[in-house]
C-alpha cells in the first residue's frame, strides 16, 4: 500500500448509528487531518493533528470524535449524526504542519450518507 | 465575505484551448499558494505551488500570484480531456496550520 488509504470507501448509516472512518498514512508524515468536502463548499478543515497530538479542532460539533493512536492512523468516530452531515471525507497528510511546501497528500475519501 | 473566492463553474472549453482559472482572496497576510487538482471519486492532488508573488510554469502549467491586487491564476495550454477535472486554490499565512480553500473550478475538456 502506498500514499494515504481510506475505508469504507461509501458509508451510509442512520441517524442514531455509530461507525467509525479510518484512514491510514504510508508516507512516514507526522501531521494528519480531517476534511469535510460539500457540494459547492470550500474544502472544511475539521481537525490536525501533529505527533499524534490533536492541534486544531476547527469547532466541529462532538458528534464527530477523532482518534489518532499513532503517526500513521487516524480515525473519524461518527455518531447520531444529521442528513447535512452527509458529505465526502478527506484524510490527509503532510510533512510538517508549516506548510512550506503546501503539500497535503490526500486519500481518496469516505462518501458518507447519513439517512 | 469569504477569504478566498473561487467561480465554480462548471467549464467547458474545446480540446486544444487555453483555460484560465481565478481566485480572489481577502486576507493580505497570505503569502503560499497552491492548486490542487482533484479527478473524480479522487482526493486531491497538488499541481502547482508559489511562495509570494510572481509567475511558476510547469509544462503546460503557469501559475500566476498578483498580491497587490489579491489574486491568483492558473492556466492550463494546449489543454487535454485528462485535464478534466475539478482545480482548487488554496493558500495560507507563513507558520500557519491549515490552508484555506476555495469552492473549486468544474473544468470539463471536450474531445
Known amino acids: 500500500e502506498t500514499g494515504v488509504t481510506q475505508t469504507p470507501r461509501h458509508l451510509v448509516m442512520g441517524m442514531t448509528n455509530k461507525k467509525s472512518l479510518k484512514c491510514e498514512q504510508h508516507l512516514g508524515h507526522n501531521a494528519m487531518y480531517w476534511y469535510k468536502q460539500s457540494a459547492k463548499k470550500p474544502l472544511e478543515l475539521m481537525f490536525v493533528y501533529s505527533l499524534e497530538e490533536r492541534v486544531e479542532n476547527n469547532s466541529v460539533p462532538s458528534r464527530f470524535s477523532p482518534e489518532c493512536p499513532n503517526s500513521s492512523h487516524l480515525f473519524l468516530h461518527l455518531h447520531t449524526l444529521q442528513p447535512e452531515d452527509s458529505a465526502l471525507y478527506l484524510c490527509?497528510?503532510?510533512?510538517?504542519?508549516?506548510?512550506?511546501?503546501?503539500?497535503?497528500?490526500f486519500g481518496e475519501g469516505s462518501r458518507l450518507t447519513v439517512l | 465575505q469569504k477569504e478566498v473566492e473561487q467561480d465554480p463553474g462548471p467549464l467547458s472549453v474545446p480540446e486544444g484551448a487555453i483555460v484560465s482559472l481565478n481566485c480572489t482572496y481577502s486576507n493580505s497576510a497570505f503569502q503560499y499558494f497552491m492548486w490542487y487538482r482533484q479527478y473524480s471519486r479522487k482526493g486531491p492532488e497538488l499541481l502547482m505551488y508559489?511562495?509570494?508573488?510572481g509567475n511558476k510554469e510547469d509544462g503546460r502549467f503557469t501559475a500566476q500570484v498578483d498580491k497587490s491586487s489579491k489574486y491568483i491564476s492558473l492556466f492550463i495550454r494546449d489543454s487535454q480531456p485528462s485535464d478534466s477535472a475539478t482545480y482548487l486554490c488554496?493558500?495560507?499565512?507563513?507558520?500557519?496550520?491549515?490552508?484555506?480553500f476555495g469552492q473549486g473550478t468544474r473544468l470539463t475538456i471536450n474531445p
Open positions: 488554496a493558500m495560507s499565512t507563513m507558520g500557519a496550520q491549515k490552508l484555506v
Open positions: 508559489t511562495y509570494s508573488s
Open positions: 490527509a497528510s503532510s510533512q510538517d504542519q508549516g506548510f512550506r511546501t503546501g503539500e497535503l497528500f
